[in-house]
């Protein structure tokens, strides 16, 4: 059995099933091997821009046979999936700016669909923001600790989708509707963080800067997300 982290486990568990997949970035092919074995998914296109992570991709498919049901492709982003080639899209463990531009550069390339899987690595609120104001509908999101690390992950189905609040962008309409209690862990941390910034700021006579005035707004939207929670 192909053995993968906590991580990428509950964001492949986001994977519809029965789906056709293409995971964009696929680095050794870990997640689709592990769906196959799962019978989760029929088939797979591993795509990545690096020739080495497919190489290491194409020994772990083999090693596992999956040739006839696993595609390796060289590709940048979405750039070689061939439209209705794919149900899911699976894109995590890359940076928020990159995810957004290989969204936007797939669109012709996507036509067909239905689901996608994302797990931005920063800039997590400008990848919801993306999706909810570009024709994307968030349906789910997870968030977890993996290896004292936090990582959010969310399914996003095509549709017009009303515009969420700008706590919620932040950090994730479903997260604090079902008050996650890792998100509530999350907060916290980000609190404490931020207070000793604060603190800092202060004490080089910083208050009234551009930099306070941003962590002072953030720290509010911290405690109006911690208010879900009573």
């Avoid at 149900?87 to 012709?108: F, H, N």
């Amino acid at each position: 059995m192909q053995k993968i982290s906590d991580r990428l486990i509950r964001v492949a568990e986001l994977v519809p099933e029965g789906s056709r997949l293409a995971d964009v970035g696929t680095d050794h092919g870990y997640v689709p091997i592990w769906l196959l074995e799962k019978g989760v998914i029929p088939s797979a296109i591993a795509m990545d821009v690096n020739r080495g992570p497919l190489l290491r991709a194409r020994e772990n498919r083999d090693r596992y046979g999956y040739q006839k049901v696993m595609e390796i492709r060289l590709s940048n982003g979405l750039e070689k999936l061939r439209p209705g080639e794919a149900d899911t899209v699976l894109i995590a463990g890359m940076g928020g700016p990159l995810m957004i531009q290989i969204l936007e550069d797939g669109r012709e390339n996507s036509q067909g669909v239905s689901a996608w899987v994302l797990q931005p690595q920063s800039e997590i609120p400008s990848v919801r923001r993306y999706l909810i104001t570009h024709g994307f509908n968030i349906v789910d999101e997870i968030i977890l600790i993996d290896e004292g690390k936090y990582y959010m992950a969310m399914k996003a189905l095509p549709g017009e989708a009303e515009p969420w609040e700008d706590v919620e962008y932040l950090f994730g309409k479903y997260l604090l509707e079902q008050r996650h209690p890792v998100l509530k862990k999350f907060l916290e941390k980000e609190k404490r963080i931020y207070l000793r910034i604060l603190s800092q700021l202060t004490e080089n006579h910083q208050s009234g800067t551009a930099r306070c005035e941003e962590v002072t707004a953030y720290m509010t939207a911290l405690d109006r997300a911690m208010e879900y929670y009573k």
